[in-house]
């Protein structure tokens, strides 16, 4: 297995210092393996959900990678870091893992949108092993729900879970299941299954690279994202100056 990388603190999160090569290099390496742990994929929104909650702030701490998904975390990053971002990871595994026949597993999305994702990526990906689906409910599974994902797990053997129900609540169902589900690693990657599967529309290359998704998102879904951007950024910005000039001190815990 690759050495996992350093962390670099933003208001007690540890952030992995990678970029997206050395991100698909650790989930290509899990082939064959089990019970590695999970990764975060993570952006402002989730180090705000992470100030507000120690749990969830411990969730993001003990990943086995908590990956700079925003661009604002990868500016507060050392020289080299890069945005390790859900959709682009997903797509980067499922390239790369083919040549060593890495096994992958959706969970998440709405009714009939991992069935979309993988017939579109196996597609692109030609010889791409998606070796099974969950569509959950929107709600937590029961005893019954879980034991028969457990089943299914067990059955087809993933390397990868791939997780999309948006944060907290993956990062949350990774933390308590990737000790007792038999797979390599659990990813949540929020967005990327309705991105992947044509359901939600991406923004553009230009957006993304100069930090502005967020203004394409909210212009998409304000109803939904407006809280989340018009609140929790700006209260990230003024947390990140306390930091910054030493009025507040946020230690890794």
């Excluded at 040549?99 to 196996?122: C, D, K, Q, T, W």
């Excluded at 070796?131 to 959950?136: A, E, N, S």
């Excluded at 967005?191 to 100069?210: E, I, K, N, Y």
Aim: glycine share 10%.
């Amino acid at each position: 297995m690759p050495v996992l990388p350093p962390r670099y603190n933003v208001l007690g999160v540890g952030v992995s210092a990678l970029t997206l090569a050395a991100a698909c290099e650790h989930v290509v390496a899990a082939r064959g393996r089990k019970r590695l742990g999970y990764i975060c994929v993570t952006t402002v929104h989730g180090i705000s959900e992470a100030r507000a909650n120690a749990d969830f702030r411990a969730i993001l701490n003990r990943s086995y990678l908590t990956t700079p998904d925003g661009m604002p975390l990868v500016w507060l990053g050392p020289k080299g870091v890069e945005r390790v971002y859900g959709p682009d990871l997903l797509l980067a595994a499922c390239d790369a893992g083919r040549a060593s026949g890495l096994r992958h597993y959706f969970y998440g999305g709405a009714p009939g949108v991992a069935e979309e994702l993988r017939r579109r990526l196996m597609v692109r990906f030609p010889g791409l092993e998606v070796v099974g689906i969950f569509t959950p409910p929107f709600r937590p599974l029961t005893s019954e729900e879980y034991r028969t994902l457990q089943a299914e797990v067990a059955r087809t053997q993933p390397d990868v879970i791939w997780v999309g129900l948006g944060t907290p609540k993956q990062e949350r169902f990774m933390a308590a299941h990737a000790g007792d589900l038999e797979a390599g690693l659990l990813i949540g990657v929020g967005a990327a299954f309705d991105f992947h599967s044509g359901r939600v529309r991406q923004a553009p290359r230009w957006m993304q690279r100069s930090g502005l998704e967020w203004l394409f998102r909210l212009g998409t879904e304000p109803r939904r994202l407006g809280p989340r951007y018009l609140v929790t950024n700006p209260l990230f910005v003024l947390r990140l100056l306390a930091q910054k000039v030493g009025l507040r001190r946020y230690p890794l815990e």
